[in-house]
């Protein structure tokens, strides 16, 4: 299985993949802030490389531009793999108030541009983090999870 978090920065995708990472034993999760140049290619060579290897692989990033979003499919298909794409939405200005928090924030008209410019996903699921907090977050995605699980008839 495959779960791709994507949504703008400090919209709270981490702090979600480690919960979810906690929750769900066999996970491995791939960050986008682990790679500082050709962020998706090494992303997407690093999902290659572990989808089916791991009971659980969390895709965590942006993924603004549909491209990248329809990749995350591709190597699920080709690794017959599930892919539940989760759509992460906060308000702009929360964003830009938890990215001033942060240890390391990046800077503040990168946060705009990509609020602005995120290409809307064909999401299995959207969760506004305004209102909802991780651990209801992480119940979320479990339960689509096991929602869709039902429907492809696997269990």
Excluded at 74 to 89: A, H, M, Q, S, W
């Amino acid at each position: 299985m495959i779960v791709v978090l994507c949504g703008p920065p400090a919209s709270g995708k981490s702090t979600i993949a480690r919960e979810l990472a906690r929750r769900l034993k066999g996970s491995k999760v791939i960050t986008s802030d682990e790679f500082k140049r050709k962020t998706y290619k090494h992303v997407f060579e690093e999902a290659e490389r572990l989808a089916g290897k791991v009971k659980y692989l969390i895709l965590n990033g942006t993924f603004y531009k549909r491209v990248w979003q329809e990749r995350a499919r591709e190597i699920g298909r080709e690794k017959k793999e599930r892919v539940l794409i989760v759509r992460i939405t906060c308000p702009l200005k929360i964003c830009v108030e938890r990215n001033r928090k942060r240890k390391n924030p990046i800077p503040e008209r990168v946060v705009r541009i990509i609020h602005r410019e995120f290409e809307e996903p064909r999401a299995d699921t959207t969760i506004d983090t305004k209102d909802t907090s991780p651990d209801d977050a992480v119940e979320t995605i479990i339960a689509e999870y096991w929602r869709n699980k039902e429907v492809d008839g696997e269990i």
